[in-house]
């Protein structure tokens, strides 16, 4: 997302600064004005910033377990008698079944605060003090990665896929960095610069993404696209 954001602004001989925050705080500091805008926000929950109409991508909440313990998802009963981490203020379905599963089972649910929550929940995974951990599918690949544990744990998809956006600071220049977002996505698209972007990291355009999708769903099978919040923890700077 953040290289999508810099190639279309960088066009428009605007710079884009990445910081890394806390999710929280990276909306908060959008509302504020004291960044741009936060990463991940869903249509259904802008929190009140400003979104254009292109997304940005999807979020797919998967479930991350143990190698040799892997769960077969078959929606939230999968998860009865589970000792759950997340991430305090993530959303991984925009307030449907699964959000709804850790509100009424609040007691197995470990919920991590801190900068480096994925990471303590990772450790807490593998020390077998919690089961499973909920995270979007790109963010638990980049880290697992990163700690060198990828032979060690197991992801699983939901089948919930969200489209996301940046969150723009209210006001007339949020609205004008929507509108930049928009045509400049149409342009990375039409150019091919998108998918040599998107191929660096084994991603696809999520114009593609959308037809699978709605293959399935015209096939009758299941497929959910509502929502998490959890694809990114910070904010460009613009």
């Known amino acids: 997302m953040v290289d999508v954001a810099r190639a279309l602004y960088e066009k428009q001989n605007i710079k884009v600064k990445y910081i890394n925050l806390p999710w929280r705080r990276a ?3 959008s509302l504020q004005g004291v960044v741009d805008g936060a990463l991940a926000v869903t249509r259904q929950q802008t929190h009140g910033t400003v979104i254009g109409e292109q997304m940005l991508g999807y979020d797919e909440t998967v479930i991350i377990t143990r190698r040799l313990e892997p769960l077969d998802y078959q929606g939230t009963d999968s998860l009865k008698g589970k000792r759950i981490g997340v ?3 993530y959303t991984y379905d925009n307030g449907g079944e699964i959000d709804q599963f850790l ?56 089948g919930v896929y969200t489209p996301v956006y940046i969150g723009f600071t209210p006001g007339p220049e949020g609205e004008r960095h929507a ?9 990375l698209r039409a150019g091919g610069e998108l998918q040599r972007i ?8 999520w114009e593609v993404t959308s037809e699978k999708l709605q293959g399935l769903d015209n096939s009758g099978q299941s497929v959910a696209q509502s929502s998490g919040d959890n694809d990114s923890t910070g904010a460009p700077k613009i």
């Open 103 to 158: 509100a009424e089972h609040s007691d197995n649910v470990e919920v991590l605060y801190h900068e480096a929550a994925l990471e303590s929940l990772l450790l807490m995974l593998l020390s077998r003090r919690i089961d499973v951990i909920l995270e979007n599918r790109y963010v638990a690949q980049h880290k697992v990665k990163a700690l060198d544990i990828a032979e060690q744990i197991s992801l699983s998809s939901t």
């Open 179 to 187: 509108r930049m977002m928009d045509e400049g996505i149409k342009a």
């Open 87 to 89: 991430i305090t203020h």
């Open 27 to 29: 909306l908060e500091f």
């Open 198 to 205: 998107l191929m660096r990291y084994g991603m696809e355009d």
